[in-house]
DNA sequence: GAGAACAATCGTAATATTGCAATATAAATT
DNA sequence: AATTTATATTGCAATATTACGATTGTTCTC
């Protein structure tokens, strides 16, 4: 199939999976993390840094965008890309208290 | 193509990815969820709750078991899965360090 | 407006994922 | 040993992802 049944799990669990899916490749991370460093926002700089042609950043640019995780603003010839600080936070919230729930007990296999 | 080209990224940001990767489904967070729940394990449950085919539940498992989220032990007929500590412990520091490393300034798109 | 510079989209090939039926394997029970 | 119960594996079809060359849009500069 290849096909995920969406319709069998709740909103909340389609949603994270959404992000996460979207964060799930080194290129990805990869970009996220240049912006991260470079906090103003950065654009074509990518293709040259990660070695992966225009289109494939391009790509991976609008996968992340597309989910909320960056936003773009054209800035002249160039598109300038930025953390979406709205989606980081929801993003934080959730990861954070689904890693967080886990609390070590004894009697575990 | 279809083919990551892990050797152009550090294994740092291969490692999160493939962590990320493994829990970027609905399937898997659920059945991460009903494991943190009932902190002792559980196994042949999740086919009735979630709805899916055993193949596919198992499918699920095997994936998250691979690398290192849960663990199984076999408990007479069935397998009692669990998550696994070190790699959840592991989970958090880099998603804790990979999302916490972003500070809003003002001056973005 | 013509050209340059940059980014998005299209089209395509290779590979991966998702889901399930059918089958196989393993452990407990009779 | 045969049966039952629980899980894993195999094989397959449908769909998704990854990557890139080629093309198309945009915006700036001249």
Redesign the pocket.
């Known amino acids: 199939?290849?096909?995920?049944?969406?319709e069998?799990f709740t909103s909340e669990q389609n949603q994270l999976a959404q992000l996460l899916?979207a964060m799930?490749?080194?290129?990805?991370i990869a970009i996220l993390q240049r912006i991260l460093v470079s906090n103003t926002c950065?654009?074509?700089?990518?293709?040259e840094e990660l070695?992966?042609?225009?289109?494939?950043?391009?790509?991976?640019?609008?996968?992340l965008?597309s989910v909320g995780i960056i936003q773009?603003t054209?800035?002249?010839?160039?598109?300038?890309?930025c953390i979406n600080p709205v989606t980081w936070k929801l993003l934080e919230t959730q990861i954070g208290a689904f890693l967080g729930s886990y609390k070590l007990k004894a009697d575990c296999c």
Chains 1, 2 share one sequence.
Not at 1 to 6: I, N, P, V, Y
Not at 74 to 81: D, F, L, M, P, W
């Open positions: 199939m290849g096909l995920t049944k969406t069998m899916k799930a490749h080194p290129a990805r950065i654009c074509g700089d990518l293709v070695g992966l042609a225009q289109a494939t950043i391009s790509q991976h640019l609008r996968e965008k773009g054209i800035e002249g010839v160039s598109v300038c890309y």
